[in-house]
Every structure is written in C-alpha cells, then in structure tokens.
C-alpha cells in the first residue's frame, strides 16, 4: 500500500490534470487504491475540519446540516435508528467510526495476502458519502472561517481532488452532491 501513495502522490504534481491524476494505474488492484486514497482523503478531511472546529459549537450547530435542507442524520453499528446529533459529535462520531474501519484488518487489510471483503465497494461509498457531508457542511457554514484563516486554496484543492476520484469511481450517489451541486458541477466542469 506504501508504493501505491507514494504513487498516488507523485502523478499529483501541479501540472497534472487531476482526472488522470486519479485513474488506476495499469496493473494495480483497485481495492488497495480505494483503500490508499481514502486513509488520504479521511486525513486531508480531519485535518481541514480541525482548522474550524472550534467554531462548531453545540449551540450555533445543534445538527449535522449543509444549509437548512440538508439535514444529516447518524447511524452506525451501534445505532441501527438515524439519530439527530450536534455537527461536532456527527463529525467526531464519523472520524471514530472511519479509523474503527481503517484499524480492522477484515475491512482494511494490511498484509497483501489477505484479501478485501466482498462487501469493501459498499463500506468505501459510505465512507465517501459521509465524508462529503464533512465539506458540504464546511463549505455552507463555515466557508469565511477558512477564508479568515487563508486556508481557501487547501480547501479547494483537496475537495477538487476529492470530487474527481469520487467521479472516476463512482463512490457518491449523484443526489448527495446536491448542496454542492453548483460548485461540483464548477469543478468537475461537467454539467451533472
């Protein structure tokens, strides 16, 4: 897995057109570049929401939101009902729940001998579907926050980054994307 991001790093250079950039390379397993770059983008996302986590207090964001239509409920293992929760706690939640799937060695294999599950494409597309809800929430509330902190370039590249793979393998269904769907489409440069 260390040469695949090593790999997966390196076709990231600034004149890289970032759909090719994201594409299997010939020969690789797909699993294992799903598994790379989702420990990627689950650490470019914890550490983007961190920049504005203070920010994300109880009262202000009582729930898991990207505008007022948009309302994310949390469920898990543990908590077979949708629940309403804080946006912190949905956020904290979520990170616990990804690094509980990174550190379970069925899920997320790290000896090359032992395969992915056969259910490993429906667990990735949760944890991308949930992830997105991380920058729809940033981006609706706390888009000047980042501004404010100059750190409006990281945000972009990272999600634009993120939009593409997603695209390429088809991880989110088309309907999440919704309350991004103006800057999505922005881009992709693709009408959805």
């Given at each position: ?7 997966a790093?390196?076709s ?15 020969g ?14 689950f ?16 009262e202000t ?5 990207a ?21 912190r ?8 729940w ?9 899920i997320?294999?790290?000896?090359v ?26 981006y609706v ?9 100059d ?13 593409f ?20 489409e ?7």
């Open positions: 897995m260390e040469s695949l991001y090593k790999q790093k390196a990231l250079g600034i004149s890289t057109n970032l759909r090719t950039a994201v594409r299997l390379p010939p690789e397993d797909l699993n294992e570049w799903l598994a790379v770059h989702t420990i990627d983008f650490n470019q996302t914890n550490l983007l929401f961190g920049s504005i986590e203070e920010f994300v207090d109880e964001y009582p729930e898991m939101t505008g007022p239509q948009y309302v994310y409920l949390w469920a898990d293992d543990k908590t077979k009902k949708p629940t309403s929760v804080p946006a706690k949905y956020v904290d939640l979520l990170f616990t990804i690094q509980g799937k990174f550190d379970d060695e069925e997320f294999p790290t000896s001998d032992k395969p992915f599950p056969k259910d490993f494409r429906q667990i990735i597309c949760k944890i991308y579907t949930r992830l997105f809800r991380v920058f729809a929430h940033i509330h706390h888009f000047h926050r980042i501004q404010e902190l750190e409006e370039a990281h945000l972009n590249a990272v999600f634009k980054h993120f939009l793979f997603i695209d390429e393998f088809d991880l989110v269904d088309k309907r999440e994307l919704a309350p991004l769907q103006t800057l999505v922005k881009f992709l440069g693709k009408k959805e």
